[in-house]
């Protein structure tokens, strides 16, 4: 019997090895390797040393928090908003999902030409309002850079988090709702003491599918910025594809990556134990 | 034979002759063809494992010092001694002969130069002649004749790329050069804090007055709209955008535009040499073939053929031909450019230290960073890069 049960579980198991366990212990071998391909410990102690890549990480959390918290709040609004409407609701449900289905390359360059200081629509728009564009350089600024590729992020997947909310307010039944209403209840109390505590496993879930996206970012950003103006978007990811395909520094770039790693695991264990928690 | 070629304009006439090759030799071609980041590191991974994926690769000529490291390209001063030949012939120019040696100018060859790219300064000269100005011949000419365009007409006077990386590094290093400076010293030593370097950063600064607003996320797609939309009069641009420049559907300057050598400042202004090479992975199983391509592919005959394809050539007969003269007016001033061109520093940590050095130069013009600190800072980085890769 137990012969069986191994048998069931081997091909889950094979794919599991050679596709997770494998690949992550050699990225742990290359890890400790130099780039002369000895044995070594430099590339974590680098890790301490390197302020661009420290640079990185903190925009990294900085760009994932900001983007991830607009995206949720708007997500929320307007996934209320447009479940309360009667008439129109599935014409706007399917028109706010449509920057989601564009592949992020895809939407990086569309943005790209919006924001071109000198030929993009933005700044031609603000221009014929009569404002004054002169500078506002958009992805060319290093004080405006980040905002500006964190507003392609807000544009491109809010709509996943409004897809997400919407399903789970859909799920929570009428019964209570009505019974408070017809207690006297407001709609804000309405929406704090039953909506929002019976959305909980919706709205967690959401943060933690959007963070690790988030967490992974590189396309959007590669295309708007390759990273500048100086290192005002780099990213982690950025980093480690440069220091691994641009510098051929796989022993580096393998030592960085365990090291997301870990971070996005402590993170999504952490979330996952509240999750429990709150929905417990 | 599997050849490995730049997915662009550079790779265009590569690709056709070795169709061309292959129906004539009766051997079957296989082109792999892929963006530029891609080739490098399909390359280099190729040269890194020796798994004979190509046999003939096209390469930037800065890549050369990192795929010359371990044996990793086929010796062709071996193969044309083999055949009893003596190198390459005298034709070729020779700054695009240098890049193809291990060490520089003077070691084994390891490649031949197929596309000869070498940077050319942009200029509109219906506005010359309308301001009065002479032909830009020094930086501070440029600036004065940027001013003056600028305040006259409905365009910047200059426009120039500074996205960070290779972008700002390649607009940057004839500034640099111009001014007396340079990354290394005589003995190996990073130097880009140098009096003479600040100076041109400095210089670089005042050109990004009369430049668009955005320029410091510019590559050279937005250099060359601008020229081409006539909303800016000069920039450092490359041979592939002269064609452009005169195609009615592309462009609203067509017949406008003068081309001229780097400008000088403090020493003779020098281009950047962006030459392409072709050369054979040492894991290649077809190297006697590969080697037989790329001769004829550099060969006089072929390479005027690949001329006609939009290829600018390296070798100096080529530029000289009177067929091709009628055609390509840029050829003198592309052959002269390509001649006084300077290479990028021949290190095979070259692509670190363009990114880290391009970050401060991107950091100055944004104006986040003091020009004499972003070099400073600059320098300890590059310091740094030439210390790990000992």
């Known amino acids: 019997m137990a012969r069986r049960r191994i048998l069931w579980i081997l091909p889950a198991m094979v794919v599991l090895v050679s596709l997770s366990i494998y690949p992550i212990l050699f990225s742990l071998k290359v890890s400790f390797t130099n780039q002369q391909g000895d044995w070594s410990l430099s590339n974590y102690s680098r890790i301490f040393a390197d302020h661009l890549l420290h640079v990185s990480i903190i925009q990294t959390i900085l760009y994932v928090t900001v983007a991830l918290v607009i995206e949720l709040g708007l997500g929320l609004f307007f996934a209320l908003v447009i479940d309360s409407m009667g008439r129109g609701k599935y014409f706007f449900r399917a028109g706010f999902l449509a920057p989601m289905l564009l592949p992020p390359v ?47 992020d807000i544009w491109e997947w809010t709509p996943f988090m409004f897809l997400l909310i919407s399903a789970g307010l859909q799920a929570i039944p009428g019964e209570p709702c009505e019974a408070a209403k017809m207690d006297g209840a407001s709609s804000l109390r309405i929406f704090k003491d039953i909506i929002l505590p019976l ?14 996206d988030l967490l992974r970012i590189f396309d959007q950003i590669w295309i708007l910025t390759q990273g500048g103006p100086g290192l005002a978007t780099e990213t982690v990811s950025l980093y480690i594809y440069r220091t691994a395909f641009r510098f051929f520094n796989f022993g580096y770039a393998a030592s960085m990556s365990l090291l997301c790693l870990i971070l996005v695991t402590v993170f999504a264990k952490n979330l996952f134990g509240m999750m429990k928690m709150k929905v417990a | 034979m ?36 891609n080739l490098f590191e399909k390359e280099l991974l190729d040269l890194k494992s020796k798994t004979g994926a190509y046999d003939v690769i ?20 071996k193969m044309y001694k083999a055949a009893g030949l003596n190198g390459p012939d005298g034709d070729f120019i020779k ?88 990354v290394f010293s005589a003995d190996q030593k990073p130097v880009v804090n140098s009096p003479e370097a600040v100076l041109a950063l400095k210089f670089m600064l005042e050109l990004g007055e009369v430049t668009p607003p955005g320029y410091t996320g510019y590559n ?42 780097v400008p000088s400042e403090k020493k003779k202004g020098q281009a950047e040499l962006g030459a392409w090479l072709v050369a054979i992975p040492s894991g290649s199983k077809n190297s006697l073939k590969a080697f037989e391509f790329i001769r004829w592919a550099t060969d006089s005959e072929q390479m005027k053929t690949a001329a006609l394809r939009g290829n600018p050539p ?41 990114n880290a050095f391009g970050i401060y130069l991107s950091k100055a013009n944004s104006k986040t960073m003091a020009p004499e600190a972003a070099l400073n800072e600059a320098n300890k980085e590059i310091t740094a890069i030439l210390n790990r890769n000992k």
């Open chain 1, 199 to 212: 959305l909980k496993p919706t709205l967690f879930l959401a943060i933690l599918l959007r963070a690790m």
């Open chain 2, 95 to 182: 700054s695009t002969l240098d890049v193809c040696r291990e060490p520089w100018a003077t070691g084994t060859y390891y490649a031949l130069p197929y596309v000869g790219n070498s940077q050319l300064f942009f200029y509109r000269k219906d506005l010359f002649d309308k301001y009065s100005l002479t032909a830009p011949m020094t930086w501070d000419s440029v600036l004065l004749a940027a001013k003056k365009i600028g305040a006259g007409e409905k365009m910047y006077g200059y426009v120039m790329r500074a996205a960070a990386g290779n972008a700002v590094v390649t607009d940057f290093m004839p500034l640099l050069w111009a001014f007396g400076a340079d």
């Open chain 1, 106 to 152: 895809v939407a990086a360059v569309i943005w790209r030409l919006i924001y071109n200081p000198e030929f993009g629509v933005l700044n031609n728009t603000l221009k014929f309002f009569g404002f004054a564009t002169k500078n506002l350089t958009w992805t060319s600024g290093e004080g405006s850079a980040m905002a500006s590729v964190i507003l392609v």
């Open chain 2, 220 to 261: 050279a797609d937005e250099v060359s709209a601008q020229l081409l939309q006539s909303t800016a009069a000069m920039s450092i641009n490359w041979p592939a955008w002269i064609g452009p420049m005169d195609d009615p559907t592309k462009s609203k300057i067509v017949g406008k535009i003068a081309f001229a050598q």
């Open chain 2, 314 to 354: 390296t070798r100096s007969s080529v530029f000289d031909d009177a067929t091709l003269l009628k055609k390509f007016r840029a050829f003198p001033t592309q052959k002269a450019s390509l001649m006084g061109s300077k290479p990028r520093p021949r290190t095979s940590a070259w692509n670190e230290i363009e």
């Open chain 2, 58 to 77: 096209m390469l930037d000529d800065p890549w050369f010092p990192q795929f010359t490291t371990g044996d990793q390209l086929t010796s062709l001063d």
């Open chain 2, 2 to 37: 599997t050849i490995a070629v730049n997915a662009g304009v550079e790779g265009q006439a590569l690709k056709e002759a070795a169709q061309d090759w292959g129906a004539k030799t009766d051997t079957s071609i296989k082109i792999v063809e892929l963006p530029y980041a």
